[in-house]
C-alpha cells in the first residue's frame, strides 16, 4: 500500500535557513540518516543476501524479451564469483578497473564485485572518443579495463602501447564475466572476504571523470561514505518512491548511463533499499518504449531531454489526429491541477475547485492515462535530474499523476545535492537541501554545497590520491564552490538561475543566464538544441538546431516529406514556428534579456560533433568557434 500522507509528512524536517539583509543566503537540513563508519559498497550485495536471501533485487532482460528476476542470494553468489576472478589475475587493493559499456546488468555485477575485491572502478563513456579514452585510462592508472563491444575492444587495443600499466582487458560480448568466473573458481571465499574486510567507507570507490564542458576532463573522487551519506538520506526523504509504491513493491528501470554519477547512484541506492532494478540499453524510441512495457517500472530516473520528448511526441500524435486542440487543453487543466495542488501544500490555497477536478477526472481518461502509459503504465514517480526540467513539464506530468521529484547537484555531490521534498512541491524550482547538507548563496550568487556526500577532491595521479579544489570542498566543514548561480526563498527551496561561467555580459553591461532561455526554448517539439550568443554584443542571439522528430511530424502536416533539411531551414513556414518558440522564451525575461535574432541550423549538435559532452550538456565554446561565421551573419545590420 502507499505509504500514508502523514507517515510521508512525519519524516519530513524543513530546512533552517539564514538571512542577510533580508535576503536567504544559506539553508540546512538535519541528517535523516546515520553516518557508515564501517564497511564499503561491496558488502552490500552480501548483507542482502544474508538478511533477505529470496527478495529480488534485479532483474535481467532475456534474448527472448521476458525479465527474469534475480534474488539477493543468487546476485552475491554473482558478485563473489567475479570478485574471485579479478583477484585472481592479480588485482590488488586499490588498483583501477576502467568499465565502459552501456546500461546492462553486467556494468553493474562488474561494479560491484569490484569493489567486493578492493578495487576503485572509472567509468567510461561508451561513446567516448580515442583521445578521451587514452586520457582517462592514463590519468586513472588504470590496471584492468572491461568494454562491451569488439570496436571498443579494438579501440582500446590500439592505445595499449601507450598504457603501460593496463594489464587487463576484458570485452563483456566476448564473455568477460564468464571468463572471470573461471579464472577464480579454485580461489577461497575468504580471499573476497578478507578484502571486504580491509575496506573502510573513507576508502576511494570510483573515479568519475567531469564530462568537460570545458577544458580536460578531471576525475572526482568519490568515497564509499559518500555514497552511503547520498543513497541513504535521499531513500529516506523519497519514502514514498524507495519503500513502499501503491500496491507493487518498488521498481525502476534504469535506461540513463552508468558512466554518469546519476546513474550510478541509482543503482547503489537500490541495491540499498533492495528496489528491484533493471537495466536498458538504448534510448531510441521504440527500444526503450518496449522495455518500459515489459519491465513495467513503478518510478524512473530521467534527465530533461526524455520528458520533454515523451511530451512533445505525444502533442505530435494528436495533432495528426486532428485533437491538438484537446491535447493543449488537457495540458493546462493539468498544470493548473498541480499548481492548486502545490499551493494547497503550503498552506497558500484550498486546491482544485470543483469544475477543475471534473475537468481533470475528464482528460484522465482521454490524455493523462496514455502519457502514463508511455512510461510502462505504472510510473507513480519520476526523479528528474542533469539540468533544470523547468515548471512547465514539472507541472504537466504532475497534473498528469506522475510525481516528479526534481534535483540538483554535480558529479563532486555524488549526485543530488537538493531535492523535492514529498508533498511539498514547488514547481520552478530544484528543492530542498539533502538531508545532512548545507546550501549557501555566495555574495556574487554563486551556489555553494556542503555535507557528506561533497567528494574528496580530485585525482592527483601522480600522488594516487585526491587533491582538494582551492575553493573548497572535500575536507570537513569546507565548502564546495559549484560554478552554478542560484536563489534561496524564505522556506529554503533553491532556484539555479545559470552558469558562473557561462554567464554572458552584453555589451550595454547586462549580465544574462543563458540556461533559462535555452531550457525553455528546448520545450518546443522543433527545437532540438540551442545556444544563446550575447557576450559582449549589444544583444542576445541564438543558434537552433531542429529535433528529427519533430521536423518530420512539421514536414508530414505540410507536405514537404521529400524537402531536404538544408532547404527547409529557410523556409517561411518553419521559421515562423520557430519564432513563436522563441517568443514564449521571450516572455519569460526583460526586453534588455531576450533573444533578438536567431539562425535554424541544418546541422544538429551531438556528442560525435563535439558540441555535446556524453551528458547531453552544451559545449558553449566549441559551438562559437565552429559557427562563428553564422553568429557573425546575427550581428550584421
Known sequence: MSVPRSEALSLLVPPRTTAVAGVVREASVPPLAPPVHDGSLGDLPFDNAAVAPADTVLSRKQPDGLWRDVTAARFAAEVLAVAKGLIAHGLGPGDRLALMARTRYEWTLLDFAAWAAGLVTVPVYPTSAAPQVRWILEDSRAAACVVETAGQMKLVGAERAALPGLAHVWQIDAGAVALLVAAGRDLPDEAVAQRRAAR?????????????????????????????AEVDNATELLHPVFHAVSREPAATLLFL??????????????????????????????????????FRPTFLLAIPYVLERIHNTARATAEQLGRAPAFDRAADVARRYAEANAARAHGAGRGPGPRLRAAHALYDALVYR???AALGGRVRYVISGGSPLGRRLTTFYTGAGVEVFEGYGLTETTAASTLTPPLRPRPGTVGWPLPGSAVRIAA??????????????????????????????????????????GT??????LTITGRKKELIVTSGGKNVAPAPLEDRLRAHPLVAQCAVIGDNRPYLTALITLDPDGLGHWQGMHGLDD???????????????????VDDANRTVSRAESIRRFAV??????????????SMKLKRAAVERDFAAEIDELYRA
Open 370 to 372: 496514455r502519457i502514463r
Open 601 to 614: 541550423l541544418a546541422v544538429e549538435f551531438t556528442e560525435e560533433s563535439g558540441h555535446l559532452t556524453p
Open 200 to 228: 573502510a567507507p573513507d576508502d576511494i570507490a570510483t573515479l568519475i571523470y567531469t564530462s568537460g564542458t570545458t577544458g580536460r576532463p578531471k576525475g572526482c573522487v568519490l568515497t564509499h561514505a559518500n555514497f552511503f
Open 488 to 493: 534561496l526563498d524564505e522556506d529554503g527551496y
Open 257 to 294: 548511463p552508468l558512466s554518469h554519477v546519476f546513474g550510478r547512484m541509482v543503482a547503489v541506492g537500490c541495491l540499498r533499499a533492495r528496489v528491484r532494478l533493471g537495466h536498458a540499453p538504448s534510448l531510441r524510441a521504440d527500444e526503450l518504449r518496449a522495455d518500459l512495457a515489459g
Open 563 to 581: 524537402v531536404p533539411v538544408q532547404e527547409l531551414v529557410g523556409d517561411k513556414a518553419l521559421l515562423a514556428c520557430v519564432q513563436e518558440a
Open 444 to 485: 556574487d550568487g554563486e551556489v555553494l554545497l556542503r555535507g557528506g556526500h561533497v567528494f574528496a577532491g580530485y585525482w592527483d595521479a601522480g600522488r594516487q590520491e585526491a587533491e582538494f579544489p582551492a575553493d573548497g570542498g572535500g575536507a570537513p566543514g569546507e565548502w564546495f564552490a559549484t560554478g552554478d548561480l
